[in-house]
């Protein structure tokens, strides 16, 4: 809405503290993303950081919102990667509650994730977590993160697979052939599978 300032010629217009609501295909997309969110993974990421941190995260309800808002000033991911590290990635981190501020707690985590070993495909991006855009997206930057740390040395408690270093094979011909029998079998009987029960850090085997 407008107000006038008495005594001042201007308008001065006073924003509304609520966004208006996603419509259409934004709304669609959005809600596609909160279903994909797992809360068993929401559980593993809180449970693992609060013990590499060493302390509690602030809202100790489990949900998709509850986490975005232990998450969302940037402090604890800081933390957990210069701890992980070994030595600080972020040399600064801020304690302002001021959202500029907020965000380029985030942006320094992002940036230490790509010096700590992380691929920029399995980086969330600003909005994805600070707007909780794609939640989704940021348990895999957590099990990516805990997966590199793992490939790093990192002798505390992770989350992930372990990477694996470069291991090439030399395959005979029948077993090229086999193996190309055995991926059309699964392509035709996919229609039943489930992913209950997946370790999502047990689904990446990234080759350097």
Partial sequence: YQRRVRGAPCVISVMSGNRAEKSGLSRDIQKKLEAKYNL??????????????????????????????????????CK?????????????????KMAFKQMENI?????????????????????????????????LTLYAVGSVALKNG????CIGAKLSAANPREFTEEQLKQGETMIGLQMGSHKGAS???MNIGKTRNIMD
């Fill in 40 to 77: 068993d993974q929401e559980k593993q990421c809180r449970a693992w950081i609060e013990e590499v941190v060493g302390e509690a995260l602030s809202d100790q309800e489990i949900g998709m919102h509850h986490f975005q808002h232990c998450l969302k000033d940037g402090q604890v991911l």
């Fill in 154 to 157: 990192y002798q505390g408690p």
């Fill in 80 to 96: 957990l990667l210069n701890t992980l590290n070994g030595e600080p990635l972020v040399k600064k981190i801020n304690t302002q």
């Fill in 195 to 197: 992913q209950a029960g």
């Fill in 107 to 139: 942006e320094q985590f992002i940036k230490g994730c790509k010096t700590f070993g992380l691929k920029d495909g399995d980086i969330f991006q600003t909005a994805d977590l600070y707007e909780c855009q794609n939640m989704s997206q940021v348990l």
